[in-house]
């Protein structure tokens, strides 16, 4: 077997997918599912747009797409080839990626498998039993059928729980279909046992789902996170790194500065944690000693200057690796652990199911609760608490304006003067929405269509989704079904996206997940912008920033239809649609959103240890919010 095989791809190129096409047809099987992991691994990472460009896929990335699948049909058809149990769960950790290549690719999803798998009589094909399990590799959110999730619930097997989460490994759900497979796959959740991980690959595959149901519009979407904690969990005792947690004789801070560790799951300099939290963290150098950590390939060094101590990790290539970080925390011995976020690292999420501290708080970096017996407190500031049944944290209420202040964008913001006169010749209305593929949903998608229906103006949507160019063509073509004009964009620079936001007539928010940074993006060059409101955190930020700027009633929406409504107003009457930008323009946003906390009397630092000195007091009471200021 060569060596090179356990080796991460950094770039895919035609000679990998040659080398694993030519084992599979040779017989190969070991050396071509170690090539195959390691294609969907790159995969998964979210580079194989690198292959495409910037804008349409070339001539040779198709070929290449296309190789690429016929290596896997032939190897997963081929009779002779058979997976042992650790192949497998390296596979199914993946599956995400296969998804994405098929979705690639001129046949679209991986239906055709039914077929390939099948025993052929004159009158019928049936699958046999030996490909069951190549059948669950390949059974996506997109094609599952009932019979399949029949047999995973059914199991009696450590592995039911991997090959269910595999199904739901999906950063995006633009269709009604696969929101109707979602549906069903969480309706039969009490079905499945946690049970430890065998590997990294499927830690990764689990972070990944645990990050992303937070976007899923279910309303038992949560419970997939008690589900994975508890698997979490079952996985640190098994691999020896789940901490000894009595803290009964923790020596209280005196006559030294209290030590927090701070969990950063993304600190570069110009990202939407720095723009959201630098301020705030900032002032905690001056109370506390401040010891960031996070991996090193998701901070950098001017992001990590305000800190006292930083430590950084690697990939966690084996669960070695997770127990020597476990280790460095205890010998710190922190008195506080503060997430600043959770959701976006693997790392971060494991470590918030232990406990490292008497006090472990999170903040609403990623606003969505983490449903862990080890998080003692969520941070909110008054006017942007969610309902107390979303979050099972205590709610730790922080006075106004003294944790919500955003730094400003790194690069300036489209110039708002004169916004529209490039724009007079084009009689459409342009609507934008400048959100995260993972935030839009088939029925914020029906909404769009709702409001085009009931407007009596033509509308242009503008989709401003940050993804790679597949992404955008899967959500481009499902809105080319739903839509009469609409234009979806992949990355690009902030520059170019805040001209875009400026050159638009409103922005929608999506629902049920909104906007925090984006909302704050559309204000820089005066956009009238309309949320719907909900229980959660994530539903009620841009209600709650909507009334810090000021906005009119219209732009606050508690029901679809009443948002319907409100886009269609908003959409027909330029007069009051202008007059609500003109408001904003005359807005103090250094005042509103980028105010500066440091002398605030409440600010985040004293808040902070008013909760380590009252922490053992507020957890006597059942009160599930506590007032901090």
């Not at 096409?21 to 790159?42: G, P």
């Not at 290549?101 to 030996?130: C, G, M, N």
Request: hydrophobic share 40%; aromatic share 10%; charged share 25%.
């Amino acid at each position: 077997m060569d060596k090179k095989l356990n080796e991460p791809i950094n770039k895919l190129s035609f000679e990998d997918v040659l080398k694993f096409s030519s084992d599979v047809y040779q017989k190969k099987y070991e050396n071509a599912t170690l090539r195959l992991i390691n294609i969907l691994q790159f995969v998964q990472r979210d580079k194989f747009a690198i292959l495409f460009g910037e804008s349409n896929a070339t001539e040779n990335s198709k070929r290449l797409v296309a190789i690429l699948t016929g290596g896997i049909d032939a190897l997963l058809s081929d009779p002779d080839f058979h997976l042992n149990e650790t192949g497998f769960r390296s596979l199914i950790s993946v599956k995400g990626a296969i998804r994405k290549i098929y979705d690639a690719s001129a046949i679209r999803d991986t239906s055709h498998f039914q077929v390939l798998l099948s025993d052929w009589t004159e009158k019928q094909a049936k699958l046999t039993p030996q490909n069951t399990f190549k059948l669950l590799l390949v059974s996506t959110i997109d094609s599952v059928e009932d019979k399949v999730l029949d047999l995973i619930e059914s199991m009696d097997s450590e592995m039911q729980l991997s090959i269910w989460i595999s199904l739901l490994d999906n950063k995006t759900l633009f269709s009604e279909k696969a929101q109707l497979n979602l549906n069903r796959i969480l309706s039969g959740i009490e079905k499945i046992r946690p049970t430890p991980f065998k590997n990294q690959i499927e830690v990764l595959m689990a972070a990944r789902v645990w990050f992303y149901c937070s976007f899923w519009d279910n309303p038992d979407k949560h419970r997939v996170k008690k589900l994975i904690n508890a698997a979490f969990t079952l996985t640190a005792r098994e691999q020896n790194f789940y901490p000894k947690h009595d803290f009964s004789e923790h020596e209280k801070s005196r006559g030294r500065k209290i030590k927090m560790i701070i969990v950063l799951e993304a600190w570069t300099y110009g990202h939407s944690m720095y723009r959201s939290y630098s301020s705030t963290f900032q002032d905690l150098s001056e109370k506390f000693e401040i010891i960031a950590l996070g991996a090193s390939s998701r901070t950098d060094e001017k992001a990590l200057e305000i800190f006292d101590e930083v430590i950084l990790h690697g990939p966690q290539n084996s669960f070695e690796d997770t127990k020597k970080l476990v280790d460095k925390i205890q010998k710190i011995g922190p008195d506080i652990m503060l997430f600043s976020s959770l959701g976006m690292c693997a790392m971060a999420i494991q470590l918030s199911q232990l406990r490292f501290a008497p006090l472990q708080i999170m903040l609403a970096g990623h606003p969505a609760s983490s449903f862990s017996h080890n998080v003692d407190y969520m941070l909110l500031e008054e006017g942007f608490l969610p309902s107390e049944h979303c979050v099972t944290e205590k709610i730790g209420v922080l006075g106004p304006r003294t944790s919500i202040s955003f730094a400003r964008p790194p690069v300036s913001a489209f110039v708002v003067n004169a916004q529209k006169s490039c724009l007079k010749e084009n009689k459409k209305t342009r609507v934008v929405c400048n959100s995260m593929a993972q935030k839009i949903t088939p029925a914020f998608i029906n909404l769009c269509q709702e409001i085009q229906r009931g407007a009596r103006k033509e509308i242009e949507f503008h989709f401003l989704i940050g993804a790679d160019i597949f992404t955008q063509r899967g959500l481009q073509e499902i809105l080319d079904s739903k839509l009469d004009d609409a234009v979806v964009y992949s990355h690009m620079k902030y520059g170019e996206y805040s001209k875009i936001i400026a050159q638009s007539d409103l922005q929608l928010t999506p629902f049920p997940f909104g906007n925090t940074n984006s909302f704050v993006d559309a204000m820089l060059v005066a956009v009238p912008t309309i949320c719907l409101g909900g229980d959660e955190i994530f539903s009620v930020i841009d209600m709650a920033m909507s009334k810090k700027m000021g906005l009119p009633d219209i732009c606050r929406a508690e029901t679809k239809t009443a948002y319907v409504k409100a886009a269609i107003e908003l959409i027909e009457n330029d007069e009051k649609r202008e007059a609500i930008a003109r408001h904003i323009q005359g807005a103090d946003l250094d005042e509103i959103l980028f105010f500066d906390i440091s002398n605030i009397e409440n600010n985040f630092s004293n808040v902070i240890s008013k909760v380590y000195d009252g922490h053992q007091e507020f957890q006597k009471h059942s009160d599930r919010t506590v007032k901090l200021y």
